[in-house]
């Protein structure tokens, strides 16, 4: 009890002594060492009362050496140091609480008199000039003239925010290279970050699902999060304006964060629920979270009180624990329905997880534990969006490739399709091209026949009006047997199986030039054998491209070319006419004109290109089937076969 009462008796005579930093021409300093605190939770201390409680040994030393935490506090916080310039000449350094809710920050520097000498002031109330040194975090600049001492206290006020607050003491150039170091690395963290999300923006744009929006909402809340932690979001967009929304700049991108984290996930997954009493719960939850969000952006606008920050702040963080743990939750529950996708998400997921939750229990002062540089917050979003994204390439590349697979199914349905079309009309004119020749054909020539017959008996009988009559009918024969041969060849060419594309296209040229309709000009070189179906669909394309000129062209000449292009391996078809073109509504909508519909049905059927070039002074049509496709014999079954 009486060394008690010494101990007692010798701190109320003598004040203790504080220990000083002795500055010298170091890069930094373990300023922290030195660093003592005191709690003013009625916030009615001043500077001069302040200095009295710190020489009197009333401050309290820091838990840990670089770092001030007590968590969401209402209280106004004093921290005290003394420096000594251990140089002849003058010195110059850089303090800098580096906490990122720091509402108003004031540092008084007393002389060895315990004279106020000078006040500077930095937090984000402070903008321009008002803030000591402009830069990302709070940072106060020290002039030490040489053999001076000074004592420094610094008063904050982040009442309703955390306290978390690490302290720096450096010589400026060091400063600067680190400030410019790490500037480079947060400002190539942005612009991955924005690749990704214009990455996202694409796929939208080509997919038109709301996953990828939903994707670039997660990005850009990361990104702001991230950067606002670390001071570039207050630095470079809204510090020098409205740095007042501070407060609530953390807690608000946190939950949309998180709540597009969500969101996306049930996306990615394609999670619908079919119980209605869930589906109403799932939107009054997402429905709430946005309330709320909303509260926070009206509250940084108006003027509340701490308790209502804190409140916000704290409901803020339990949202997007919620949401972080619903992620969870939904990852694991995919894993047996899509494992590998699953896992890797997991991964990505669970490095986030763990990065947030180190940093929201940093922040509430619970723990001091460090194990992701610079903190948990930025290494767990930085490795998700890049886990993330690879995973949106993954899947986009998958859903392409499926994509690609029905069309590709698609056309290929398409052109079975077609085959079974095509395959049945020419087997059904096949059949009436023969009925017409055996059956028709037989009885015209019969017919006229007996009419030769009687001409021949009964030529000496007859008067003038009934050997006319007679002449006339056989003339008539003649031009029947004449149509009927016609529209037999172009039901189906003669022996087709046995003739070249070049003779059976001859022929029918031959047959259009004769009817003198129009001047028609050809040019027809070998092509490679061709298999039977193909030969007839060639020879039909160029029968339905002449039909055409002949029906609606008006004009007065056409040029036909067949050729082989060796180069490219083709088959190229190239038919032009000085007609007045195709109208463009057909032109615009094919299926318009059943012509132009029949004729790309055939084109696509022999996988080949169809383009058409058509204005007022004519029109060219070219098509190109590779060689491959139509040198393959291909025989249509004959149904009376």
């Excluded at 007590?70 to 310039?85: D, L, Q, V, Y």
């Excluded at 520097?109 to 930095?122: A, I, K, N």
Aim: hydrophobic share 45%; net charge negative.
């Amino acid at each position: 009890m009486a060394h008690l009462l010494i101990l007692v008796f010798v701190q109320l005579v003598f004040p203790a002594a504080q220990e000083t930093l002795l500055a010298t021409d170091q890069p930094d300093y373990p300023v922290g060492e030195y660093i003592k605190y005191l709690e003013d939770r009625p916030g009615e201390l001043g500077p001069e009362a302040a200095l009295s409680a710190y020489r009197s040994g009333n401050f309290l030393p820091l838990d840990n050496p670089r770092l001030f935490n007590k968590g969401f506090t209402e209280s106004i916080w004093w921290f005290g140091f003394g420096i000594e310039n251990g140089l002849e000449t003058d010195n110059t350094l850089i303090f800098s609480p580096a906490g990122a809710t720091i509402r108003d920050a004031t540092l008084y520097t007393f002389d060895q008199e315990g004279r106020l000498v000078r006040t500077q002031t930095t937090g984000f109330d402070h903008t321009g000039t008002t803030r000591d040194l402009a830069s990302r975090i709070n940072s106060f600049q020290l002039k030490l003239p040489r053999n001076e001492r000074f004592t420094y206290l610094m008063r904050v006020d982040n009442r309703g925010m955390n306290t978390y607050i690490p302290f720096f003491l450096d010589e400026p150039n060091s400063y600067w290279e680190y400030e410019t170091m790490r500037a480079s690395k947060f400002g190539t963290v942005t612009g991955l970050i924005l690749m990704a999300t214009l990455l996202g923006i694409f796929l939208w744009f080509y997919f038109f699902e709301k996953m990828y929006l939903i994707f670039v909402g997660y990005l850009l809340s990361s990104l702001a999060l991230v950067l606002e932690e670390d001071g570039y979001l207050f630095l470079w967009l809204y510090g020098s304006k409205i740095g007042w929304i501070a407060p609530w700049v953390i807690p608000f991108f946190s939950v949309m964060m998180s709540t597009f984290l969500l969101l996306f996930i049930n996306e990615f997954f394609f999670i619908k629920s079919t119980n209605k009493r869930l589906q109403w719960g799932v939107r009054l939850y997402f429905g709430g979270v946005f309330l709320v969000t909303a509260m926070m952006l009206v509250s940084g606008v108006l003027d509340i009180g701490f308790g209502s920050i804190l409140v916000f702040q704290q409901f803020g963080f339990i949202v997007s624990t919620i949401n972080i743990l619903l992620v969870l939750g939904v990852n694991i529950s995919q894993i047996r329905e899509n494992r590998e996708i699953s896992l890797y998400l997991l991964l990505a997921n669970l490095v986030l997880i763990f990065g947030f939750t180190n940093y929201i229990l940093n922040l509430q002062g619970l723990i001091d534990w460090h194990p992701l540089k610079p903190n948990g917050l930025m290494v767990g979003s930085i490795f998700n969006v890049v886990l993330l994204t690879v995973g949106i390439i993954h899947r986009y590349y998958f859903l392409k490739k499926d994509k690609e697979y029905v069309e590709q199914k698609l056309i290929q349905q398409e052109r079975e399709v077609n085959r079974n079309i095509i395959e049945a009309q020419e087997n059904e004119r096949q059949r009436i091209a023969k009925d017409l020749h055996d059956d028709l054909g037989g009885l015209l020539a019969l017919i006229k026949l007996k009419v030769g017959s009687i001409r021949m008996e009964e030529e000496n009988t007859m008067d003038a009006e009934r050997r006319a009559a007679l002449a006339e009918t056989d003339k008539l024969l003649d031009m029947a047997c004449k149509d009927l041969r016609f529209i037999a060849h172009e039901l189906m060419p003669m022996e087709a199986n046995d003739k070249t594309l070049r003779t059976m296209v001859k022929e029918v040229l031959d047959l259009v030039k004769m009817q003198k309709q129009i001047k028609i000009t050809y040019t027809i070189e070998e092509l490679p054998f061709l298999g039977l179906e193909a030969k007839i669909n060639l020879f039909r394309i160029i029968k339905e491209l002449l039909n055409n000129i002949i029906k609606h062209s008006q004009a007065k000449e056409a040029d036909v070319q067949v050729f082989l292009d060796e180069m490219d391996d083709t088959v190229t078809l190239m038919v032009t006419d000085d007609g007045k073109g195709i109208p463009k509504d057909i032109l615009d909508s094919p299926q318009k004109g059943l012509g132009l519909k029949n004729l790309q049905k055939r084109v696509d059927y022999l996988m080949g290109h169809l383009h058409i070039d058509s204005h007022s002074d004519g029109t060219t049509i070219i098509v190109t089937v590779p060689v491959k496709q139509i040198s393959i014999s291909h025989e249509y079954k004959n149904s009376d076969s």
